[in-house]
């Protein structure tokens, strides 16, 4: 059944409103359950979006499917209202500790429970109302929200932007998936008796039901651009790695990174004597302890049959006991799905896609590094917490690469940031080679995930972003839109757009996204720095041990 749109002149401004219009809202079919969306009127321009909120695209995976695949949903007859933002996935903090716990044993905290609901496997899609034709369908951008795997939602992100910032060319779809413990459980029992790496399973079968469904919407699936922030990004690495990079059928033609995030990626069941490999199974052992199963005959059956709140309360503990700015579940290379090490797989070429986009900003590791510590971090030390299963040679070796890099504290940034964040970036740029453009997001400072303001710009109080500047703000966001319609950023949707011509990654130059110091747009293209890329190099050398 097809979406029953009226036939409205569309077009998006930066705030929305729903607001009575003269037509009804649109009805879709999809097999298993039937949803009523609703019309959104734009507050500023006065025109008209569609949007379905809370969409199940998969089961509850609670009982039986907790740590398993996502499955289809079950029928429910009648009209549902799409009209409500879907209940969050279980989320969890970031490592809060001054030392790493993965050189020995947990360190438990009583936090808060922060649960939303375990059953939270919805997405939300927007469309632009019947300005489009229904016999030509819109290329669909698919985004995965970040979070370091174990927090994020949908409802953080207002879709109408992108409608907007597409020129109500594309169709929006925003996911949720499952996060920290019930996302990311490794271990043997985990491999035999379940599902490693569901999270981004839960991913892959949101993709395949926009191959099922989104033309109800108005979107080709032939057409599918993936796109994430942070976690979203690293998220977006492992799709395209995903089975060897032979995913077939194709799920999607296109990808955009924004900061992409890709961490110590270890085996699912590493039992190498150094002490972090030996973590990946004990953290089964943990969450195993933390729940009462520890006597169980099935530890697994007697995981799936915890109570939510005890789980929870594993998760949130056993998170926030993690190093300084790190994600303790994160995905494992499972053997299956990921079938090895994501840096090996982009070395070889092997990715899931044609075309790509990627972003960094200026200062990515800031963040993610106690900023508490400038007068007393070492950076050997600190190099040990981030990978421990790095010798001391390896230490000495990589402390090296950036000795003389400003303070010591600047030094840490820079290794957080490019160890985890930019260098896995260029990576990523090479396995694609002349089908691939880069871009720097510097507006000061040019932390992480300051970017999402400026092509999210409702998530910013008063809806303007940190630059205001009507010329910026056109030209940054619109080259993701640009590039997901026509797998080109110099194929403009706004002939004013001013960026200059944007030539594809040749191994040196990149897209700079900044400003003045008189705050006018600095948009031009640069070369990459090659002592940046000469460290790239080198963390790219000991890629094995750092286990990216």
């Known amino acids: ?80 209202a799409a009209s409500a933002q879907p209940a969050s996935c279980l989320q969890a903090p970031a490592g809060l500790a001054s030392i790493t716990p993965f050189r020995g044993t947990l360190v438990r905290r009583a936090t808060e429970s922060l649960a939303p609901s375990e059953d939270c496997l919805f997405l939300n899609v927007f469309t632009p109302g019947s300005h489009l034709e229904r016999e030509k369908l819109l290329p669909v951008v698919f985004w995965i929200h970040g979070g370091g795997y174990i927090f994020g939602n949908a409802t953080e992100f207002t879709g109408n932007d992108i409608l907007r910032e597409s020129g109500g060319g594309a169709v929006l779809v925003i996911i949720q998936y499952r996060l920290g413990v019930f996302g990311f459980l490794p271990g043997q029992k985990v491999k035999d008796g379940g599902e490693l790496n569901a999270g981004l399973l839960d991913q892959q079968f949101a993709l395949k039901w926009v191959q099922n469904h989104i033309t109800k919407f108005g979107g080709d699936p032939r057409r599918v651009t993936i796109w994430g922030e942070s976690a979203g990004a690293g998220s977006v690495i492992q799709q395209l790695v995903a089975n060897g990079g032979k995913t077939s059928p ?68 056993i998170n926030s006991s993690g190093f300084f700015g790190t994600f303790v579940f994160v995905p494992v290379v499972d053997g299956t799905f990921i079938t090895e090490r994501p840096t090996e797989s982009l070395s070889k070429g092997n990715v899931n896609a044609k075309s790509l986009l990627s972003f960094t900003n200026t200062f990515e590791g800031t963040t993610f590094v106690d900023q508490s510590i400038a007068n007393t971090v070492q950076i050997p030390q600190y190099i040990s917490q981030l990978f421990p299963n790095l010798d001391a040679a390896g230490i000495a070796v990589a402390a090296a ?49 300051e970017d999402i303001g400026f092509y999210f710009p409702s998530t910013n109080v008063g809806g303007l972003p940190s630059f205001a500047n009507p010329d910026f703000d056109k030209a940054f966001p619109e080259a993701f839109l640009n590039f997901a319609l026509a797998l080109n950023p110099n194929v403009k949707l706004d002939p004013t757009n001013i960026t200059p011509l944007w030539k594809p990654w040749d191994g040196s130059n990149e897209m700079l996204f900044n400003k003045t110091n008189t705050n006018a747009p600095d948009i031009r293209l640069i070369s990459t720095s090659s002592a940046l890329l000469k460290r790239c190099g080198f963390w790219e050398s000991i890629s094995v041990q750092t286990a990216q």
């Not at 734009?42 to 569609?50: G, K, P, Q, V």
């Not at 740029?429 to 995930?449: D, S, V």
Request: charged share 15%.
């Open 1 to 80: 059944m097809v979406v029953l749109i009226p036939k409205l002149l569309v077009s998006f401004a930066l705030c929305v409103c729903t607001a009575a219009v003269a037509a009804s809202p649109p009805i879709v079919d999809l097999g298993y359950a039937t949803y009523r969306g609703i019309l959104v009127q734009d507050a500023l321009t006065n025109e008209t979006n569609i949007n379905f909120l809370g969409l199940r695209y998969a089961a509850s995976p609670t009982g039986s499917l907790r740590f398993r695949a996502a499955q289809q949903p079950a029928f429910t007859p009648g009209v549902q």
């Open 250 to 317: 194709p799920l999607f033609r296109a990808a955009m990174t924004s900061s992409t995030f890709l961490p110590s990626q270890y085996n699912f069941n590493d039992r190498i004597p150094e002490v972090w490999c030996l973590f990946i199974q004990l953290l089964y052992s943990e969450v195993v302890s933390q729940t009462n199963c520890t006597s169980a005959k099935d530890t697994l059956e007697c995981l799936r049959a915890a109570d939510v709140d005890t789980l929870q309360a594993a998760n949130i503990e």
């Open 401 to 449: 690469q950036y000795n003389g890099l400003g303070t010591n504290i600047f030094q840490a940034d820079a290794i957080m940031g490019e160890s985890i964040f930019i260098c896995p970036t260029y990576l990523l740029l090479r396995a694609f080679g002349q089908n691939a453009f880069k871009g720097e997001f510097a507006i000061p400072p040019g932390f992480h995930a």
